[in-house]
């Protein structure tokens, strides 16, 4: 039973295609492209036609990919790029009758508990208590809270994201120390107010969090996530890429997410650990929900 899960975010458009073997989710196949279609929205958040088009293309794209490999079952998913917007439905039908199959703009409770499911579904050991999953995206940053057992509890969202803030508040490549400190007081202003139950454990899914992995490993504490910050605003992104093999475009948008995390982990009194599984595997679990137990699977990479 192969599955293919699309998420359509506000940074990146992404494909994963799976199947469950040996008691294990494999993936067969992985694709990405940078779509960006939370820095195109236009000044009262519509989503230009020809960036409806551009996704469009890359979704229908994707989709052949998934089906030469032998994808048999689909589902995708808008987040905030297409749930803000006021044009949302309209170009979420827009790119289904490209691509060919349904495209569901989620609500935060929904797409909050596939990111839920994927990250602690993939955290390959017993989870006692309750867990933080921390996604940020890129219009939008997730804590979900809940057990392994139990499932979600709680969804927060706010608006704010890693490509929102570094579209809005970075222009200089590396970014300058001026710049950072607009971007930390932007972020104490969002979260300022925030009390967050404290969990016995927290997760980091996404893509900040995923990019993050190839330069400080894989666990995100005070330490390693001002090391970051060092590291991607000593050099430009061109060289940052080259580097830690992390494309340009991502590494542009990284400064930002990474001060998310930062406050993020703050608020939640624990380091991160930087999940292997996210909302696209959450998706194909939930696809394999109709007929097999998840539980019996894990997360392997394919």
Not at 40 to 56: H, Q
Not at 125 to 134: D, F, I, K, L, S
Not at 274 to 289: A, P, Q, S, T
């Amino acid at each position: 039973m192969l599955c293919a899960a699309i998420d359509i975010g506000s940074n990146t458009t992404r494909i994963l295609v799976a199947e469950p073997a040996d008691g294990q989710l494999k993936k067969v196949m992985e694709q990405r492209a940078y779509t960006r279609i939370g820095q195109a929205r236009l000044g009262d958040g519509t989503i230009p036609e020809e960036k409806i088009e551009e996704v469009a293309e890359v979704v229908e794209t994707q989709v052949h990919l998934a089906r030469e490999v032998g994808a048999e079952y689909f589902r995708a998913v808008a987040t905030a790029a297409l749930r803000d917007a006021p044009n949302g439905k309209e170009a979420a039908a827009a790119i289904e009758d490209a691509a060919g199959v349904p495209i569901n703009v989620v609500s935060e409770q929904e797409e909050g508990r596939l990111s839920f499911l994927g990250a602690t579904k993939a955290l390959g050991h017993p989870t006692e208590g309750r867990v933080a999953v921390v996604d940020v995206g890129g219009g939008s940053t997730e804590i979900i809270v809940g057990t392994v057992d139990g499932g979600v509890e709680q969804v927060r969202s706010w608006p704010i994201g890693s490509g929102q803030l570094a579209e809005e508040l970075i222009e200089s490549d590396p970014p300058s120390a001026s710049e950072i400190r607009r971007v930390r007081d932007r972020i104490d202003e969002v979260f300022g107010e925030v009390r967050i139950t404290q969990p016995e454990h927290a997760v980091a899914v996404g893509g900040s969090a995923t990019s993050l992995r190839k330069i400080v490993g894989s666990r995100l504490e005070y330490e390693t996530l001002e090391r970051s910050i060092r590291v991607l605003s000593g050099d430009d992104a061109a060289e940052v890429g080259r580097q830690f093999e992390l494309d340009p475009v991502r590494v542009r948008m990284l400064p930002t997410g990474v001060m998310i995390l930062e406050k993020v982990s703050e608020l939640l009194g624990r380091e991160l650990q930087i999940g292997k599984g996210g909302i696209r595997e959450g998706i194909v679990l939930d696809m394999l929900n109709g007929g097999i137990d998840v539980s019996e699977f894990a997360l392997t990479p394919g």
